[in-house]
Every structure is written in C-alpha cells, then in structure tokens.
C-alpha cells in the first residue's frame, strides 16, 4: 500500500478507530445459517459482516490411504469464485485459495476434530470419505476466519447417507439423523500486524495494508492446533506471543455464534 | 392510439417495460421508441418533463465526459508521461505537458512527479470515439492527493452527493469537519479525524442507498446531527465549486471553502 | 403408459416456488439471485470494464463473457469435481446467446461485461434458473437492455406436456427435456434446446405454455428488481 495512505491508516489505528468505525479487536457482525443446500450431506453458510462464504460436505465411501487403513479420508478444497471480487478470476485454485484450504484443513485434521477413526466401515477396504467445498460468495474481507467458522458449521450440519448393499452411498435415499463423530471445535482468528498496531476481521481496504498477518486456529479448551504466518513482513517472537494471545481472547466469539 | 403515461413520476421501471404510448412523446436517454411505445432500457426512475420521458439510472458503469473533475490512480509510468485508471472501462493518459506547470527536462525520472500508486485529481481534457482519454493536472485545484482515504460510490449517485451548488457534501464536510473531494467518477478523497472520516463515509453510503427517495436532504440534516450533535443548516450551505480545500480540518467551521 | 399426476402433486403447467432477489453480492456492479424449486442460481456482474488479454478485444463493441458452473456439492449424487466441463462450457455459450440479443454494447468498444453463475443447490432447471438471474443481474448493473430474458424448462413425460421439470420429470427414461428462454414483451425465443422426441404438435405446445410460465417469471424478476429500490 502506498506508504502516505498507511500512515493515515496507522493514525487512525492508533486511535482505537478502524475505517469503519469498529475497534481495531471486534469482529464484525457474525451470523451462520445452516443447511443452505439440499444437495449437500451438510451445508452452512457464514456472514462476517458483508463477507460471505458457503460450504458445502459431500459423503462417499471409497478404499482408505494404504498407510492409513483404518482412518476415513477427509479432503477441503476452497475456490475464490470470481463473482465474488472483480480481481478473482475464474480457473483453477490459485495461491490464496489454496492457502486458505490448507489451512482450514490443517486446523480440523491436526485437532482431529472429525474422529476419522470412526469413519471406518471394513477396515482396510472401505471407509468413509468427507469432502469440505469452500466457495465464496462476497469478498469483503477475511475469507479466511469465515472460511474455517463455515466449515465448522457445515461439518455440524452434516447427516449421514445411508448405505447400499454394495456398501456405496444411496444418494436417492433419505439421510440418516446420525451426525459425524466430532470431537474439537477449532475457530480461526487472523491477526494482522501493521506498523505497531494489531487488529482482527480486517476489511478489504485494510488488506492492503498488511505487513504481516497470524492466522491463530483456536479449540474449545484454548489451545492452539495451527498456525500459518502470511505477509512479507518478519514478526519478533513477543509479537507472535502477543497475536496468539489476542486470538485466544476472541475464538469464543467466533465460536458463540455457531 | 391512446397517448397515455403508464407509470407515475419516480416509479421504478425495468428494462423491456413500457411507459408510455403514443407518438407525442419523445424517449430521452434510457428510453427507446418501439412502434407506438416508448419502453425503458434500463433498470431506473422514471421523471416525466413535459413530452419527454427521461430515465434516471440508478446503478451502472462511469462514463468519462469532457470536462469532469476525476480522481485517478497512476497504474502506469510511460515514456512520455503517465497512464491513470478512472473507474471506467478505459483508462487515461496524462502527457507531461499537461501533468504540470513546472518544465519536465526529457529523461527525467518521471515518478518523482507522479508514482504508480498515486492518486491526483485531474480533469478529462479529451475523449475520442474510440474511448481514448486524455487528462489534465493544469487548472485550479488539481493536484497530487497526499494522505487521507479514498472510497468508492456509484458515479450515479455523483450529483445526489454533491447535491445542489454542492449543498450535500458541504454538509458532510461543516458535520465531520473533514477536508473533501468528490470525483465525477464516483471516488471521494477524505482527510479528517479518524471518527469524521468514519461518519463522513457512513454519510455518503448512506446518500448512495436512498439516492432516489424523495427529502433526502432534509433526512441528511437530521442524521449528521444525531451522529455528529452538529446542526447542519441544509439550505444555507454556501455556493461553491464540488472540491474540497486545503489544509487542515476545521471541525466546526462553517463552510469550508477558499 | 400415462403420465397422469406428477411425482410431485403439481399440476402439468404449474411452476415450482420460485423466490429472487436482487444487489445480493455487493462487490458486483450488478448481482441476483433466482429461485424455482430447489434450483438455486447465484449471479453477478461485472463490467463494463476492461477486457485482457488485448487479442480478445472487439473495436467496435463490448461483447459478453458467460462462466456458468455448479458448486462441488450441488449436484443430485455425487460430488461433482470443480472445473466445470463440456456441459459448463455448453450451457455458457447458450446463454451468452441467449442474452445478446437484448444487449447493445456498442458505447463501449474494447470493454467486456463478465457474466458469473454459480449454483448451490440443483435440481433440473439450471440453465433457466440461471438464465433468469443473470438477466436480473444485468438490469442491477445499470446495463442497457431492450428487455429481460425470462427461461423455462418445458418438455415431455410420457404423454403430457409438463412446464418446469424437475430432475425426477428430466431424467425420466419415456420423455423430452425442452428449455426455453423468451423475451417477455416481444415473445421472441433467444433459446432453445431439444433433446428426446417429440411431435411437432408437443414442441409448438411447449413454446405457448412456455409463454404463459413466462409471463410469471417475469413479474417475479420485476418486483424483485423494484423491491431493491423500494423506501425502507
């Protein structure tokens, strides 16, 4: 960003005033809904503030990893759809949507918030495939916390299918009222670090801004299970002290509105 | 055949809908004249002068016009001068014997005037059919922009913000004490307090939503007042051109202009 | 064989609930949404704006680009990988010819208008569906339209003519899927596919009950294009 327009940003930072308004630590008005596709085995979708994403869960069983035979398989994909930013183009995932992903997934996988060994139905032949879809409706800043709290409420809203004969999923029968097994809840808070000040939720134009950012995945019992350091700009160990413990104070926020 | 309005005065129109049959009336812009009916061509309000069905646009791409006072983003440092994005379809060029009154000697480095990222006002000087732009930063009030924050707005809603002799934006300025530019292309320059420049933006999204709706100015007053607890005086504001000033914010001088 | 009462208790010309709203993507210069059945078709637009690479641009007009795709979870079976496909690329052709006839972008050569749909949630109807949000999104966006484009899947199953299949009525073995787009005020067609078989008597059946679903659709895009501007 050009450095006059951060310095009038940093001004009002330091003043406790983002641009619109919000203090540099509050989130934006946060609602969920769930259920928002009736094709999907789950679905949610989350609002933080004018941001919006949609996640959608498809079941299927297939054959486990070789290494992981008695383990379901759980794969997240995210895509930036192009409606919503002019600068998204359509296409295959690029660095940020694959970014925000991979960390999603390494936040449910790492808690292990799906007990994966639950997921098993012949050990070492058939197991239970959970397939998370990220899209993005409207981008008005950080996807990524709206991304991981939409996952979360997807994978809540999720119903098993009933099974064939043939051990397959009967896609034309109706869903079981049996749940996924899980087991954490991990929020995702994205600190930001411009200048010496620190804010959470930033908006598109404060994006610009970013010289370094911490995306924090936060559990129910306040550890953290992921991290992911963005922006060009190094952090001193106190700054990520100090980030990690912002995020800690804010998960349940994010957590209440599930 | 009947000659007969269908719509009343203000009503919203889709495009394809009729508003009037009848030869005696003429189709202004966003009109267009099938047979005997005069049909909307695009999503507006209706305003009936006479024999003349106009149509207000409510939404829809800026088109650059001679003449126009713009803020514009340098995206491009040419041989011969710059190239500035408008918010439109088609970008500008801005040649070195209009960027500045100062002599520019051949080979000079030509960001040390105007860097990528910069943004000025300037003034559309020429446009050819083939939508090629030339801009100027040689008149009264153009200049590089230093700090502040720029947003956007509809450039439809331009005139409803600048309101008439510049009576709205005066309004917002005399209530938040911020410094104010407002292009014809929809981008406005703001420099204030952080809390004016909160309010000021929250004001001009707030013109941009009932643009259409009937005392808005009056509605306007009473909102700056209630949020600021400066009463405004809508019909005394004093005639000046749409820019803003120089130097510092006065927070509760009345007017603002040179 | 008789086809006598649908699967779901509509009568054979009868369209499933439909609901629309407009200015749902504010980063758009133009956005809606539209509803029948469980198909849902998200659209926005953007543009007129400039159009890269230099190589596709067109001197003497804007002209349109249509991406059309359904969201990984909403198909009826399987989850479907993202990327689109043949039928994607299909379907955003026949659209984009379906909505050029109303368009003239001759005030902005060189530009594009950038025409994005995305479904979450199908269930036949999709290229009507989308069909109808786009020509909502257009209008939000301020773009110059002779008309809006209104589009119903008609078709056969067995013996009836039926308006607004649904995936049980298209994926029936004895019958015909038929879409439809029409300009409601000049009631000419700006799309049409056929696939099955059918009489000549059953297509010309289909293109008058597909008139009348039409005119319904339309007043529904209306009032949602109007209710966006309504007082609060």
């Not at chain 1, 005033?17 to 769930?34: N, Q």
């Not at chain 2, 106009?54 to 040419?78: C, F, H």
């Not at chain 3, 773009?143 to 484009?149: C, G, L, P, Q, R």
């Not at chain 3, 019958?175 to 005020?185: C, Q, R, T, V």
Request: aromatic share 4%.
């Amino acid at each position: 960003m050009q450095s006059e327009l951060k310095t009038h940003l940093l001004r009002a930072l330091a003043k406790n005033v983002r641009y619109d308004g919000r203090k540099l630590l509050e989130y934006r008005p946060i609602t969920v809904e769930y259920g928002i596709s009736g094709s999907a085995e789950g679905s949610a979708r989350v609002r933080i503030g004018g941001t919006e994403v949609l996640v959608g869960v498809k079941m299927e069983t297939n054959k486990p990893y070789p290494d992981t035979p008695d383990q379901g398989n759980l794969m997240v994909n995210a895509e930036l759809l192009a409606l919503s930013n002019p600068a998204f183009e359509s296409g295959p995932p690029g660095e940020q949507a694959t970014e925000i992903a991979r960390v999603v997934d390494r936040a449910i996988r790492e808690s292990k918030s799906i007990d994966v060994h639950k997921l098993v139905i012949k050990p070492g032949e058939k197991v239970w495939g959970v397939s998370i879809d990220i899209c993005t409706i409207n981008d008005e800043g950080n996807l990524q916390d709206a991304a991981c709290l939409a996952v979360l409420a997807a994978l809540q809203d999720t119903k098993m299918p009933k099974l064939t004969e043939d051990l397959e999923v009967d896609y034309d029968a109706e869903k079981t009222k049996e749940g996924l097994p899980l087991t954490r809840e991990p929020v995702e808070v994205t600190v930001i670090k411009v200048g010496d000040q620190f804010f959470v939720d930033a908006l598109s134009d404060e994006e610009k801004a970013i010289e370094a950012r911490l995306t924090v995945a936060v559990t129910e019992k306040g550890t953290v299970c992921a991290l992911q350091k963005g922006g060009d700009a190094p952090l001193s160990p106190e700054e990520v002290d100090k980030m990690i413990d912002i995020a800690q104070k804010l998960a349940p926020t994010l957590r209440k509105a599930l | 055949m009947t000659e007969e309005v269908l719509v009343k005065d203000k009503d919203i129109v889709v495009p394809g809908e009729t508003i009037a049959t009848g030869m005696s009336f003429l189709p202004g812009k966003g009109t267009y004249r099938e047979n005997d009916k005069i049909i909307a061509q695009k999503l507006g309000m209706i305003s009936v002068e006479g024999k003349v069905i106009k149509l207000i646009s409510l939404s829809g791409a800026y088109t650059p016009k001679l003449k126009d006072r713009v803020i514009a983003r340098v995206v491009d440092v040419l041989m011969t001068g710059w190239r500035l994005e408008i918010n439109s379809p088609y970008s500008s060029v801005l040649t070195l014997k209009d960027a500045t009154s100062e002599f520019i000697p051949r080979g000079a480095d030509l960001t040390q005037y105007f860097a990528l990222g910069d943004y000025v006002v300037c003034q559309i000087v020429n446009v050819t059919s083939q939508k090629l732009i030339d801009v100027s930063m040689k008149g009264p009030g153009l200049r590089k922009i230093r700090g502040g924050r720029i947003i956007t707005v509809s450039s439809q809603k331009v005139p409803r913000i600048i309101g008439k002799d510049g009576s709205m934006v005066s309004m917002v300025k005399q209530a938040t004490g911020c410094n104010i530019i407002v292009g014809q292309n929809g981008l406005i320059w703001l420099d204030g307090t952080p809390e004016g420049e909160v309010t000021a933006v929250k004001a001009f999204k707030k013109i941009e939503e009932e643009a259409h709706l009937g005392g808005l100015t009056d509605r306007m007053a009473a909102w700056l007042e209630k949020e600021t607890g400066v009463k405004v005086n809508p019909t005394a504001a004093p005639t000046e051109a749409p820019q803003g000033t120089e130097g510092e914010p006065h927070p509760h001088h009345f007017g603002g202009s040179q | 064989m008789s086809y006598t009462k649908r699967l779901d208790g509509r009568g054979f010309e009868e369209l499933r609930p439909m609901s629309a709203k407009v200015g749902i993507i504010p980063r758009a210069d133009g956005s809606a949404m539209f509803q029948i059945g469980k198909t849902m078709a998200y659209c926005a637009v953007y543009g007129p704006r400039e159009l890269h690479p230099k190589f596709l641009q067109n001197p003497e007009t804007g002209i349109i680009r249509v991406n059309y795709n359904m969201m990984p979870f909403s198909g009826h079976g399987e989850r479907v990988r993202p990327g689109g496909g043949r039928r994607s690329k299909e379907i955003s052709m026949v659209m984009r010819n379906a909505l050029l006839p109303v368009l003239d972008l001759k005030d902005y050569p060189n530009s594009v208008v950038d025409i994005f749909v995305e479904l979450p949630q199908t269930d036949a109807g999709t290229r009507c569906a989308a069909l109808c949000a786009a020509s909502m999104a257009l209008a939000d966006a301020g773009i110059e339209m002779k008309d809006m484009v209104t589009a119903v899947a008609t078709g056969r199953v067995e013996d009836k003519i039926v308006v607004d299949l649904n995936y049980y009525e298209d994926s029936h073995e004895d019958g015909a899927d038929f879409p439809i787009a029409l300009l409601p005020n000049s009631g000419k067609v700006t799309l049409m596919q056929m696939d099955g078989e059918m009489t000549k008597e059953q297509i010309n059946e289909c293109v008058k009950k597909a008139k009348e679903a039409c005119k319904k659709i339309y007043e529904v895009q209306k009032a949602a294009l109007k209710e966006r501007f309504r007082s609060k």
